[in-house]
């Protein structure tokens, strides 16, 4: 049996929430997303998953209200129970120094948005059959 594969969004504009969850439905099999506007708000739901395994992807904006992407993404890689959710960060900066801070910190991917529709669904179908193609850990939080 395969298992499903789950995606964590953590973003604060629905617009960009409703764009992600249409093109991951025009562009991949089903997928579990769980969808939280903050990073304070996506550890509590990670919390919430013990014993029931984490996503097999965070999809991360950087600019968002109370913890923003950055200091998500630092907190998670420094976490031993976390630090394997690959991290793939999904914003409108195209500014070096936010590139280089998310790779530094840890990101796997960097994907500015897109204004045009159909080169943001290539673009998640991409990132969902790659990951997809990667076998998942079995996480758990300790």
Not at 35 to 55: D, I, M, S, T, Y
Not at 117 to 131: I, M
Request: proline share 5%.
């Amino acid at each position: 049996m395969e298992t499903e594969f789950e995606v964590l969004l953590i973003e604060d504009d629905m617009v960009d929430v409703l764009g992600f969850t249409r093109a991951l439905r025009k562009s991949s099999d089903p997928v579990n997303l769980h969808v939280v506007a903050h990073g304070e708000e996506a550890f509590h739901f990670l919390q919430k998953k013990e014993g029931r395994g984490l996503p097999n992807l965070i999809v991360l904006d950087l600019n968002m209200p109370i913890m923003g992407g950055l200091e998500f993404l630092g907190t998670l890689k420094s976490d031993p129970a976390l630090r394997q959710i690959p991290v793939v960060v999904m914003t409108t900066s195209s500014e070096r120094k936010d590139i280089e801070r998310s790779y530094d910190l840890g990101a796997a991917g960097y994907m500015v948005k897109p204004l045009d529709h159909e080169e943001f669904v290539t673009k998640v179908k991409r990132l969902h059959d790659y990951w997809k193609s990667c076998e998942k850990p079995d996480f758990k939080i300790v």
